[in-house]
Structure formats: structure tokens, C-alpha cells
């Protein structure tokens, strides 16, 4: 499947199938945030599930607002997001993310798992191990 590609303020975001990659390098505000979980929508609606590859640059920062809204979202929206994997991110950002990451899962039903690994293609690897496991899963039901 081709990749699409999206500009959302500073970021480029590629949608490939279910997957949401961006390589971040600059802060996220609440309202670039808001337009990233539209998008985040619409490929849900067309393809199911979806996993969120972030690919941490220099200059990558989250706004509180941004924090806010991503927590406010993952409550509305339980089921759409089934993996937030973060690629190469500081110890800093990691204990950012991980707050952040408490904060929706604290208000959410359901548990997204933060997953922080240090190349692309270790996030790669953990989304087809969590893929097939959902297969098996669902063949098993």
C-alpha cells in the first residue's frame, strides 16, 4: 500500500495502512495536536486500529495544552489507538511521555501501551509482534 503524507503545522506525518509515523522536531501545540487525532480518525474509519509511530528529533516538546488534549482525547476515543510507540527520545522526553501517557490512561477505559525504543526499525518490529498477536488473538475468539 502507498504511503500517504500529511503537513500538520511543522510536522510531516506518513500514513502507512494503519500505522501514523511522524519525525518530530518541533513543539506540538494543542491545536496542531487536535488536527494529528483527525487524522488519526479518519485513517481508524478507512483502516481500523491504529498505531502511532513518533520519531523524536531536536526541538520536540509538549505543550500542556497539547498534554491536555491528548488526554481528553484518548477518553473519547478508547478503542482507536492500539499502540504509541516513540522512537529515540531522551531520558527527559521519556519521563514526559510517561506521565503524559499515565494521565490518559488514568481517564481512559482503556490502556494504551506506551512503548520507547531507540531506532525505527525496533518500532517497526514491535508493531508486527503486537499485529500478529491481535491475529492470533482474534482467530483464537
Same mark, same amino acid.
Given at each position: 500500500m502507498d504511503a500517504e503524507c500529511a503537513e500538520i503545522? *511543522?510536522?510531516?506525518i506518513t #500514513?502507512?495502512?494503519?500505522?501514523l509515523i511522524g519525525a518530530i522536531s518541533s513543539p506540538?501545540?494543542?491545536?496542531?495536536?487536535?488536527?494529528?487525532?483527525?487524522?488519526?480518525?479518519?485513517?481508524y474509519k478507512r483502516r481500523g486500529p491504529v498505531y502511532l509511530m513518533t520519531i523524536i528529533k531536536p526541538g520536540y516538546a509538549l505543550s500542556p495544552e497539547a498534554r491536555k488534549y491528548i488526554a481528553e482525547w484518548g *477518553?473519547?476515543?478508547?478503542? #482507536?489507538v492500539?499502540?504509541?510507540?516513540?522512537?529515540?527520545?531522551?531520558?527527559a522526553i521519556r519521563a514526559v511521555l510517561r506521565l503524559a501517557q499515565a494521565a490518559v490512561n488514568l481517564l481512559s477505559p482503556s490502556r494504551i501501551e506506551l512503548t520507547l525504543v531507540d531506532t525505527e526499525e525496533q518500532a517497526r518490529a514491535w508493531i508486527a509482534h503486537d499485529q500478529e498477536a491481535r491475529r492470533a488473538a482474534a482467530?483464537?475468539?
Open positions: 503545522g *511543522k510536522h510531516r #500514513v502507512e495502512d494503519s500505522i506540538w501545540t494543542r491545536a496542531e495536536m487536535q488536527e494529528y487525532f483527525a487524522l488519526v480518525l479518519d485513517v *477518553k473519547q476515543h478508547p478503542d #482507536v492500539v499502540g504509541n510507540i516513540v522512537v529515540g527520545a531522551s531520558l482467530k483464537s475468539v
